[in-house]
């Protein structure tokens, strides 16, 4: 018996911890309404989102399916119309798919939909719990061997092994029977409590590179155009008008081992170029703009030694890749 009630102790102490994180981590989604329009976050009210769509997530059997809720429903609902719209778009061309990043975007919405779907059983079974309503929920909870099926293909996620854990007590004889069990309960709320901050980290971790898709879209496409070698021209204001002519090479996106030496941070976005480069412990910012139809660059330069001036690039051969 008292074996029993320090075991009930310990993991009354456990959960308490458990769920004062998931409160914490979710203070700005499950806030009043005040304080969720003085924040207006650009974070999504995923919880809201979830119950909103309990029942489609609890029923996703395959990658197509989470795709095809994700264009309909999720995508919308996380502001994210231009990643669903994209998706939506099928067949896309190779070439076309490829410089849109589209598998690195689909295999992110799948993930995303996994930890959603994962994260809605979590909060499903902490309802169930609380409401005491444990037999006759299980099925719902667990669903069809397809959808566990499913979930299982994201066997690397911080949140699998907590889902196997959950799972087990959703499995277990004292669960089917209804059991009213203190040690059960709170071992169970335990378990979906750690689910949900776990399935909830991967979610934000996915939603944050969904949103930056277009930004490394657009990062790409501008170091392709960048992309080549250029007659560089110096004019440094500092030194009596000192000019400097250097050959500067910039390599295909994805081969930083051949960027230029210096460059700490590169930018391109339409026909506006900056450059970062860092050396001994001093600093040179580029300010540059494309003319010529690309084949030009001109524009300014400042350095942390108060150098100041102009540059001028000249394009002398394409991309090599």
């Not at 998931?22 to 309404?33: C, D, E, I, M, R």
């Not at 395959?62 to 998706?87: N, Y």
């Not at 934000?204 to 250029?230: F, P």
């Not at 500092?238 to 030496?261: A, D, M, R």
Request: a neutral charge; charged letters at 20%; glycine letters at 8%.
């Amino acid at each position: 018996m008292y074996n029993h009630i320090r075991l009930v102790r310990s993991a009354l102490s456990r959960i308490s911890l458990a769920l004062a994180i998931v409160a914490l981590s979710l203070f700005g989604t499950w806030s009043t309404a005040k304080a969720e329009e003085s924040l207006s976050s650009s974070i999504p009210n995923f919880p809201s989102i979830i119950r909103a769509h309990s029942d489609q997530l609890a029923t996703i059997e395959s990658d197509k399916g989470a795709s095809t809720l994700f264009v309909s429903a999720i995508g919308p609902a996380l502001q994210m119309s231009d990643a669903a719209r994209t998706l939506g778009t099928n067949p896309l061309p190779i070439k076309l798919a490829n410089e849109l990043l589209l598998p690195d975007l689909t295999a992110a919405v799948h993930r995303l939909m996994r930890g959603l779907a994962v994260w809605r059983l979590a909060w499903t079974v902490r309802q169930a719990v609380r409401d005491r309503q444990l037999a006759p929920v299980t099925e719902g909870l667990v669903g069809s061997p397809q959808a566990r099926a499913w979930l299982d293909q994201q066997g690397n996620t911080p949140w699998h092994d907590t889902l196997n854990e959950l799972s087990e007590v959703l499995a277990s004889p004292e669960w089917a029977r209804g059991d009213q069990d203190k040690l059960i309960m709170v071992t169970t709320l335990e378990r979906a409590a750690r689910l949900e901050v776990d399935a909830m980290q991967a979610i934000h971790h996915e939603w944050d590179r969904i949103r930056s898709w277009k930004d490394r879209v657009r990062g790409l496409r501008g170091q392709a155009r960048l992309c080549g070698t250029w007659q560089w021209i110096i004019h440094n204001h500092q030194h009596n008008h000192q000019e400097q002519k250097l050959s500067l090479l910039f390599p295909p996106s994805g081969q930083t081992q051949s960027t230029p030496p210096g460059l700490a941070e590169m930018i391109v976005l339409g026909e506006n170029v900056y450059l970062r480069w860092e050396a001994n412990g001093q600093v040179q910012e580029d300010s540059l703009q494309f003319s010529k139809e690309g084949q030009r660059l001109e524009g300014s330069f400042a350095n942390s030694q108060g150098g100041w001036g102009s540059i001028s690039g000249k394009r002398t051969a394409g991309c090599t890749p």
